[in-house]
């Protein structure tokens, strides 16, 4: 069974490298997508070239028949985050097959924080696990780790406490294990 090429989950790379202003034209908005075609509606996006992408995925190690294979989950299965000029996100909606709706989030410095920080998990290398409609919990930030001044909400599983950082307009989020010792209460 052939393997699939790996699609990066950010493109282009510097697609984080600045934040978003008042009068800036770059806007971030979420593409809902068909199920099971988040990666062929980023492939696709990726060969426009019109607008960044992010694709929030996790790799995890899983054992099929004796071997040790690597798999990408996404975290926000259903979504794929845009981030271009308001006309090339319209006209990528329009034209690229799988993209069901599109949803702006008018709280565009919170919506970037947030995706920053999701990354950033990501990139700590950590297990992550999505989180769904999320309820309210106590704000902590992060004292120690890789993960040291990310703020975010604690959530009581019946194995640990979870640092979970949220998108509240989709109404999901990603949760990591904490040690209690390692937040402190805003």
């Known amino acids: 069974m052939p393997i699939a090429p790996q699609i990066p989950d950010v493109w282009p790379p ?9 009068d800036s034209t770059a ?4 593409f809902h997508v068909r199920p099971r075609s988040e990666k062929v509606v980023s492939q696709r996006l990726r060969e426009d070239g019109s607008v960044g992408y992010f694709l ?6 899983r054992k099929y028949q004796r071997r040790q294979v690597e798999v990408q989950n996404l975290l926000f299965p259903g979504y794929v ?4 000029d308001r006309e090339a996100i319209r006209y990528c909606r329009s034209r690229i097959q799988g993209v069901v709706n599109c949803l702006d989030d008018p709280n565009q410095t919170v919506l970037h924080d947030s995706l920053c920080a999701i990354r950033s998990l990501i990139d700590s290398g950590e297990a992550l696990t999505p989180e769904e409609r999320l309820t ?11 993960l ?3 703020c975010g909400v604690v959530i009581e599983n019946k194995k640990a406490l ?5 998108l509240d307009f989709i109404q999901q989020g990603v949760s990591v ?3 209690g010792s390692m937040v402190k209460a805003l």
């Open 14 to 22: 510097t697609l984080f490298d600045d934040a978003p202003e008042g």
């Open 27 to 30: 806007a971030w908005s979420a």
């Open 56 to 61: 929030p995925l996790s790799s995890q190690k």
């Open 81 to 84: 985050f845009v981030r271009g």
């Open 136 to 146: 309210p919990g106590m704000p902590v930030e992060i004292t120690s780790g890789p």
């Open 148 to 150: 040291a001044g990310r």
């Open 162 to 166: 979870r640092f979970l950082i949220q």
């Open 177 to 179: 294990s904490v040690d």
